[in-house]
């Protein structure tokens, strides 16, 4: 149980086009949905909280503009990395907790979508 | 704020060998703690869990324990895999609201046959 499957694994593509990237949570709902980045060689960073029906929450340092988050329902939700240039190239990983908000559970992880802008 | 803080890699042990990765954290109130481990090109899976004092988190031959006198949890196995081989992330979860997840840097294991 407590599957979270992302799409696509991997992306190539021309600089100025925009990606989308999905975060669906298999088997159980969530409420809240986490968004990292990953570059090579060192830890996860957290770029946003995204939150069922209402507006993302971005860390310090993160374009909400360049990095459009939709969690359009309880079980999916999306990263759309707008006109991509090649520093956008990174590992993108996303999470869900299961039992919600306020539960004690671990985040599950999604296996990642590397993104290479050309 | 929270942090962590791991050994830094790379660590190359031969196949059999005990394995410690140190991992101390920084945190108000009292968070939960994790071990994560990342194969090559894959995402994260939870290794094990600790969400109290004392508790001990244990899977697949790795254990740790959850020190708040040291606030540490580091991670041991008595005898290591070729299959073992990943990169492994300590992390903690703050209590309350969206409880937030903060990793260390990771540390990269390489098992030898």
């Known amino acids: 149980g407590a599957v979270v499957s992302q799409h696509p694994s991997r992306v190539i593509c021309k600089s100025g086009t925009s990606v989308k990237i999905e975060c669906r949570s298999l088997?159980?709902?969530?409420?809240?949905m986490f968004w990292y980045r990953q570059f090579p060689k060192q830890s996860l960073m957290l770029m946003a909280t995204?939150?069922?029906?209402?507006?993302?929450?971005?860390e310090q340092g993160v374009e909400k503009d360049k990095f459009l988050i939709n969690h359009a329902s309880l079980t999916l939700s999306t990263l759309t990395v707008t006109s991509a240039h090649p520093e956008d190239s990174s590992f993108y990983i996303c999470?869900?907790?299961?039992?919600?908000?306020?539960?004690?559970?671990?985040?599950?992880f999604g296996d990642g979508t590397r993104l290479s802008i050309l | 704020g929270d942090s962590v803080t791991q050994m830094e890699g790379p660590v190359t042990l031969s196949e059999e060998a005990f394995l410690t990765i140190n991992c101390t954290y920084t945190?108000?109130?009292?968070?939960?703690l994790f071990w994560y481990v990342q194969y090559p090109g894959e995402g994260l899976q939870l290794l094990l869990k600790?969400?109290?004092?004392?508790d001990k988190g244990s899977n697949k031959g790795f254990e740790a324990t959850y020190r708040k006198e040291t606030t540490s949890f580091h991670l041991e196995k008595g005898s290591v895999q070729v299959s073992d081989s990943a990169v492994y992330f300590c992390a903690l979860s703050d209590p309350g609201g969206y409880q937030k997840v903060t990793f260390g840097t990771g540390t990269k294991l390489q098992v030898i046959p």
């Open positions: 600790a969400t109290k004092a004392d």
């Open positions: 945190a108000t109130g009292y968070p939960s």
């Open positions: 999470s869900a907790r299961v039992g919600g908000d306020y539960s004690n559970q671990p985040q599950h």
């Open positions: 995204s939150n069922e029906g209402s507006k993302a929450t971005y």
């Open positions: 088997d159980f709902q969530a409420t809240t």
